[in-house]
């Protein structure tokens, strides 16, 4: 087990990281202007999840304002925990630079895209009148990972014409509840995710193991501090 002395990026080298970054930042606004990202369009618990939306998040990227970048100390992600998007530095994190090659692995991209979304919607830019139309202000932190996860459902069936993998173990009820959700949205536009399927899944998520370590079941969303 890495402490946080520890340097787990792939590269130790400044140069080297910095290069290694610069070939990570392609993967993630591929998937952010990918055709898959551009055909989602739903709506969840006030919030508008949409390709417009994504393209956003690669202009943030672009200008320097969310950084794509490698783990250096195994604290910045969660044990087990592949990416991450940290709103209190506005950082998305990832373990390699070759992120992204699999199915999978590009819909956790989406996946912390979304959380990055979020955290855009909810800065002073926009919070007032509501990014597309959006409505987020005092929701809950597993609000937040719930919109994420219907997302990245949504996004894997666009991908790859299946749904994800559920797998076993504790995560299997989240994914098999957010796949229940996706397949209802697919093909369509703007529909809304009915709310006792996504507090299901909120719930879900909030009774993790991992996620149930890392905040309270009614702690609030903590985004938009730009």
């Given amino acids: 087990m890495l402490d946080d002395t520890e340097i787990v990026a792939c590269c130790s080298d400044d140069g080297d990281l910095a290069l290694s970054e610069a070939m990570l930042i392609p993967r993630v606004l591929k998937v952010l202007l990918s055709l898959p990202a551009a055909k989602i369009d739903f709506w969840a618990h006030g919030m508008h999840v949409s390709g417009g939306g994504y393209v956003m998040v690669m202009f943030y990227i672009s200008q320097g304002w969310i950084k794509p970048r490698l783990v250096r ?6 044990k087990g925990a592949e990416a991450k998007y940290d709103p209190s530095t506005h950082i998305l994190w990832f373990r390699r630079d070759t992120y992204g090659s699999g199915p999978d692995e590009r819909a956790t991209i989406l996946h912390e895209c979304t959380h990055a979304l979020r955290d855009i919607m909810a800065s002073p830019a926009f919070r007032n009148e509501g990014m597309y139309g959006s409505k987020i202000v005092g929701q809950l932190h597993f609000d937040n990972e719930a919109a994420a996860y219907i997302a990245e459902a949504l996004f894997y069936i666009y991908d790859t014409g299946a749904e994800m993998p559920v ?4 995560e299997a009820e989240i994914f098999k509840a ?13 529909p809304r995710v009915d709310e006792t399927d996504f507090s299901d899944l909120r719930d879900k998520i ?11 079941p009614n702690a609030p969303d903590d985004i938009g501090r730009w």
Avoid at 167 to 170: P, Q
């Fill in 167 to 170: 797998g076993e173990g504790d």
């Fill in 178 to 190: 957010a796949n229940a959700i996706a397949r209802g949205l697919k093909d369509k536009k703007g």
């Fill in 206 to 216: 909030s009774l993790d193991p991992i996620y149930a370590g890392l905040a309270l």
């Fill in 73 to 78: 100390l195994a604290s910045q992600l969660p």
